[in-house]
């Protein structure tokens, strides 16, 4: 969670899977597929940290979001990982010269190198100095992030400068500077193996996090007490339970494709129920299909998910068919 490695690689999956399919097209499938997404895992994600205590940081762009993410193990096998994209932020230059933008919401923002710097993203710009090492990343808002050698060092809004320490792209502490001195709005403890410990903010609001020998993150406790409890079965999730609230279980179905598995580095497992749902999944040639039913047992679409693009078939009867971009 605190290494280089991690921005790189957070970078190559974004940038390699962004233009797979018209961004306006997945979500009218994606919100037809009940709690997983095309790759047939969980979308599963928590907002763990009360807008309240995060304070000025939730206006910065800070979200505390806890995300589910399934990842291959060695052995073929599937394992279970957490992401907090909000303690993760760097900057990257690419062989083309483009400046690649790890944000805070876990998005990658490109930044193409032109006769002038680099065009403007949409709702950012960028500009590097060279001879320092410094890239500065200003906002539509006036917000005003500054890495030094890919690393965030400083965020400047609305006059107000916030001093930031990182190991290698993971967030340690955020402090605004008030003249000469700091106060401390964050502060990121880790466990010596490189898991969350606690994040500590203003008037002293602390979230701890547990973790197992091997990893599993175990509960998540706040200043009032549990918030979350999570069980597995061999490091992948099987249950996650919000406090004062029933427990949602998850099974899942392990699939036999060494090629996709080596190759595209894919966990080898399918999300087979959730607490509102249930995949029943099945092959025609090479066409990924998937039929969601609701625990009444009503069928609310079946998708074809293939090379040349997808097909699905709701409810209604209403047919959305998508072309995979060349």
Not at 135 to 161: D, Q
Not at 211 to 237: M, N, V
Not at 256 to 278: C, I, K, W
């Amino acid at each position: 969670m605190n290494k280089l490695h991690t921005i790189l690689l957070f970078i190559a999956c974004w940038v390699g899977c962004a233009n797979a399919y018209p961004a306006t097209t997945l979500n009218d499938i994606t919100k037809n597929l009940g709690g997983i997404g095309l790759n047939g895992l969980p979308q599963l994600s928590f907002d763990i940290v009360d807008r309240a205590d995060a304070g000025e940081l939730a206006t910065l762009g800070f979200g505390f979001r806890l995300t589910h993410r399934t990842s291959l193990r060695s052995g073929r096998t599937a394992a279970t990982e957490w992401l907090m994209p909000c303690l993760l932020t760097g900057v990257y230059i690419d062989g083309q010269g483009d400046i690649m933008w790890l944000t805070t919401s876990g998005q990658i923002t490109r930044f193409r190198k032109n006769e002038q710097g680099y065009a403007n993203s949409g709702y950012a710009s960028a500009k590097v100095d060279t001879e320092t090492g410094t890239v500065e990343i200003t906002t539509r808002t006036s917000t005003t992030w500054r890495y030094k050698n890919g690393f965030l060092e400083a965020i400047i809004s609305r006059g107000v400068v916030y001093a930031v320490e990182t190991d290698h792209g993971t967030i340690l502490s955020i402090s605004r500077v008030v003249q000469d001195r700091k106060v401390s709005i964050l502060k990121c403890a880790y466990y010596m193996q490189g898991d969350l410990q606690s994040l500590i903010f203003a008037k002293g609001r602390i979230y701890r996090f547990q973790w197992s020998a091997d990893h599993s993150l175990l509960s998540i406790d706040g200043s009032e007490g549990r918030l979350f409890d999570f069980e597995y079965t061999d490091s992948l999730l099987t249950c996650w339970t919000k406090a004062n609230s029933p427990r949602n279980e998850l099974k899942w179905q392990y699939y036999l494709d060494n090629v996709r598995t080596t190759a595209f580095q894919t966990p080898p497992v399918l999300l087979r129920e959730d607490a509102s749902y249930e995949y029943r999944w099945d092959k025609g040639g090479i066409v990924d299909i998937v039929k969601v039913y609701n625990k009444d047992e009503d069928l609310l679409s079946e998708t074809k998910i293939g090379d040349g693009g997808i097909e699905q078939t709701v409810a209604d009867g209403t047919k959305y068919i998508f072309k995979r971009n060349p």
